[in-house]
């Protein structure tokens, strides 16, 4: 009996040593140690035939083989389940370093950030600082603190929409409004900044609409503040020319005509000279060789001083560009609405 265990055993070994993968080594476990017709359940069924005595021995030598037995296995199918695992993680390992795969597909910038940019570059080569602001305004950055109180008619220019306020502990009695230009931010600017300060404002503004071609009910203006001792209309018409020969060429003259704004006096309507037919008047300018893009002026001393600027020491120019426009003008646009449309068709084309 122990020699056939011991030949057993060795064998028994070998075997589970020489299992090629896991199903052979599910076969090895079987004919080994199957619970039926297992060669381990024949040798303990041979115990019978052993005196008392011997059976002691020979139980406790096959107890220990048969841990023996069972480790080697466990043993062998953890190996083969960590080479598995090696395989795995070999296939789906990443090669941080390898180059990426050839992008099909650009993003670009929409029209509207094209022009903001250029712009934005020209105004801080001459020392402007460029703000941004809220596009949900209080009724009084939007209209009273520009010279347009309550019950002024110039509201009706500038309808909108008006929001309600979220905060219910909010006890400020203005209103908030979207906002319908970019003016408020003359007085946000300089009640944060005081003077001297040159600051130009790019951004959404909304109103309430009609739409057609030429009306929308979100659209973008650019706005600009220069307040300094000694600022008259002089360096205003010299930065206006210097933003106008930049978008439109050298040849290109601007003229100022009076017009109504509340926060500045005097204010005007600014025109450049048509860059579709040199002047000669077109289609695109109606026949008048002159294209309306802004409306500027002297900042109106009570504008000033809601901003907290003492207006004996300190005077100041505002522009407000109408950015849209610009952008129309300059890619032939010729329906505002598709700027705000998300019309992949008439994006790509930028
Ligand atoms: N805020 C004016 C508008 O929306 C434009 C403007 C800006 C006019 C600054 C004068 C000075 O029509």
Not at 214 to 234: C, K, M, P, W
């Amino acid at each position: 009996m122990p020699s056939d265990i011991q030949k057993f055993e060795s064998d028994a070994l070998g075997a589970i040593a020489g299992a090629k993968d896991k199903s052979e080594l599910e076969g090895v476990e079987n004919k080994l140690l199957g619970r039926k017709q297992g060669e381990f359940t024949s040798l303990m069924k041979g115990i019978s035939e052993l005196t008392a005595e011997e059976k002691k021995a020979a139980g406790a030598r096959l107890n220990e083989l048969k841990n023996k037995l069972t480790e080697a296995i466990g043993q062998k199918r953890v190996g083969f389940e960590s080479a598995a695992w090696d395989q795995i993680a070999e296939a789906e390992k990443v090669d941080l370093t390898a180059p990426s795969l050839p992008l099909k597909k650009f993003g670009h910038f929409h029209p509207n950030t094209l022009v903001q940019r250029d712009l934005e570059n020209l105004f801080t080569s001459m020392g402007f600082a460029v703000l941004d602001g809220p596009e949900i305004e209080s009724d009084y950055y939007n209209f009273t603190a520009l010279n347009i109180p309550e019950t002024h008619p110039a509201r009706d220019l500038q309808d909108t929409f008006y929001v309600k306020n979220p905060n219910p502990n909010d006890q400020t009695p203005s209103r908030l409004v979207m906002r319908t230009h970019t003016s408020p931010m003359q007085i946000r600017a300089m009640q944060k900044y005081g003077a001297p300060l040159r600051v130009v404002i790019p951004g959404k503004c909304y109103r309430n609409e009609a739409t057609d071609v030429r009306h929308e009910h979100t659209f973008y203006q650019f706005e600009g503040l220069v307040v300094d001792e000694r600022i008259n209309f002089s360096p205003l018409k010299g930065v206006l020319e210097i933003v106008a020969r930049h978008l439109y060429g050298e040849k290109t003259e601007v003229r100022l005509r009076p017009k109504y704004y509340p926060f500045v006096e005097p204010g005007v309507n600014g025109e450049v000279t048509c860059f579709n037919c040199g002047g000669k008047g077109c289609r695109l300018c109606k026949n008048s060789g002159w294209l309306e893009i802004f409306g500027a002026g002297m900042v109106h001393p009570s504008v000033l001083l809601e901003g907290g600027i003492d207006s004996k020491k300190y005077t100041g120019f505002a522009f407000g560009f109408g950015l849209t426009r610009l952008v129309m003008l300059k890619y032939g646009i010729d329906d505002v609405r598709l700027l705000e449309s998300g019309n992949m068709k008439f994006l790509e084309q930028f």
